[in-house]
């Protein structure tokens, strides 16, 4: 009984100590970052009515959602995913506003997928959406901001790789594929299983041209050049203003300089039926799940009766933690901590000195010494706990000073830190 009260269910997790702070140090790096691009922040809530992630609206299976039922018989879920509760609040909120609006959020995320497939079951997404812009210029300035908020999170080397939805559905519409080949052809292509496409269109009654090219899609990645052969295998009108749009994503971004971080795969059309245009995924060393995930999805503010052109995405921040510590990527806090040790006959001195180290934003803890603990067993404790400076009150006027790399040894007068 006692072991199953200190277990937690499969597929959570308790995070606490140094991997918890750093946890939070990412966040804020990246809601900073998300800021200086004009998002505000929105909160939504943790659970919500089923329909609001219902099939329709291109979320989660229903399978895969934690529902419950509340007083009123009401299907409730615990959100799967943040972009249709941001739309909803939107279409509520916002209704009579035409010009750009730009929200982030961040909190956890609740998906139970099966033996969870080694993927958490509540985690953590941060993510923006830009709302009534449907210009590639919004487009590229989305995928900017995610460059510079996987920066901020203290990345040096990943890759987000661009695709675009409307240049498979041209093709599937010059093929005149109804919905139940064309979902077939998809989940092939989703899945990067295309021995298994090939061996399926063979068996299709299309135009020679259109089997060829679908079977190209696992070629088209690369670089920009690749866009030039993209081109080369479609006639259609979609597909080719699809090309178009990407030239002129890949265009804006470099005036952001950043081409580096950029690539193309137009294989690439992700998992929610809501992306209407672009798509994108961000990859790193150290993980081989995305970090970041985003596109556009024009129609899914229509669903809550709100035309309103949109683009966004999320950033797994577990999966973006686990890529950091496999590169050994390291986090400290601004303001090293300080561990001050008294005794009782000091206490008012040490309370002094906390309250002084505090107010220059210093962290500062307080241990009153016990005659059960030597000095080296509070250094130790230091240590674990990555506190910097030592402060040992001597008396009341007094302080030992032990800088956190034990280098300096110093005694000081209290009167030199004020008041």
């Keep these: 009984m006692r072991e199953t009260m200190l277990s937690t269910p499969e597929g959570v997790r308790d995070i606490y100590g140094s991997e918890c702070e750093k946890k939070h140090i990412v966040i804020d790096n990246i809601n900073k970052a998300m800021h200086l691009y004009g998002h505000k922040d929105i909160e939504t809530p943790t659970f919500e009515y089923f329909g609001i992630f219902n099939s329709d609206m291109g979320s989660a299976p229903s399978n895969e959602m934690y529902k419950f039922f509340d007083r009123d018989n009401n299907t409730l879920v615990l959100r799967p995913d943040f972009t249709p509760s941001v739309a909803r609040s939107v279409a509520k909120y916002f209704a009579d506003e035409n010009l750009p609006i730009r929200l982030c959020y961040k909190g956890n995320?609740?998906?139970?997928?099966?033996?969870?497939?080694?993927?958490?079951?509540?985690?953590?997404?941060?993510?923006?959406?830009?709302?009534?812009?449907?210009?590639?210029?919004?487009?590229?300035?989305?995928?900017?901001?995610?460059?510079?908020?996987?920066?901020?999170?203290?990345?040096?080397?990943?890759?987000?790789?661009?695709?675009?939805?409307?240049?498979?559905?041209?093709?599937?519409?010059?093929?005149?594929?109804?919905?139940?080949?064309?979902?077939?052809?998809?989940?092939?292509?989703?899945?990067?299983?295309?021995?298994?496409?090939?061996?399926?269109?063979?068996?299709?009654?299309?135009?020679?041209?259109?089997?060829?090219?679908?079977?190209?899609?696992?070629?088209?990645?690369?670089?920009?050049?690749?866009?030039?052969?993209?081109?080369?295998?479609?006639?259609?009108?979609?597909?080719?203003?699809?090309?178009?749009?990407?030239?002129?994503?890949?265009?804006?971004?470099?005036?952001?300089?950043?081409?580096?971080?950029?690539?193309?795969?137009?294989?690439?059309?992700?998992?929610?039926?809501?992306?209407?245009?672009?798509?994108?995924?961000?990859?790193?060393?150290?993980?081989?799940n995305p970090l970041v995930k985003g596109g556009r999805y024009n129609n899914l503010l229509s669903q809550f009766g709100l035309d309103a052109p949109s683009i966004g995405f999320s950033i797994y921040v577990d999966e973006l933690m686990n890529s950091l510590n496999r590169q050994g990527i390291e986090f400290k806090s601004e303001n090293e901590p300080a561990l001050i040790i008294y005794t009782i006959e000091n206490q008012k001195s040490a309370v002094h000195l906390a309250r002084k180290l505090r107010e220059k934003g210093v962290i500062a803890q307080l241990i009153r010494k016990s005659k059960r603990h030597e000095e080296d067993e509070y250094m130790s404790y230091s240590d674990t706990y990555d506190v910097g400076k030592v402060y040992i009150l001597q008396n009341e006027n007094t302080v030992r000073i032990i800088s956190g790399d034990r280098s300096v040894d110093e005694e000081i007068d209290l009167s030199e830190f004020g008041g």
Aim: proline content about 0%; charged content about 25%; glycine content about 8%.
């Design 109 to 288: 995320t609740f998906a139970s997928t099966r033996q969870h497939q080694g993927k958490l079951a509540e985690a953590t997404q941060i993510g923006c959406e830009l709302i009534n812009d449907d210009s590639s210029a919004a487009d590229a300035e989305t995928i900017a901001c995610v460059i510079d908020s996987l920066k901020a999170a203290g990345l040096e080397s990943f890759q987000i790789v661009i695709g675009m939805v409307d240049y498979f559905k041209g093709i599937v519409e010059e093929a005149g594929l109804d919905n139940k080949v064309e979902d077939k052809v998809r989940d092939y292509i989703q899945i990067k299983n295309f021995f298994g496409l090939s061996e399926y269109i063979s068996g299709l009654n299309i135009d020679k041209k259109i089997s060829d090219t679908l079977n190209e899609l696992s070629s088209l990645f690369g670089n920009i050049e690749i866009l030039d052969k993209a081109e080369k295998l479609v006639s259609n009108e979609r597909s080719l203003e699809a090309i178009e749009r990407l030239r002129k994503v890949y265009k804006a971004l470099s005036y952001y300089d950043d081409e580096e971080y950029v690539s193309f795969d137009l294989s690439m059309i992700n998992g929610y039926d809501y992306y209407t245009g672009i798509v994108f995924s961000g990859y790193s060393y150290g993980t081989g």
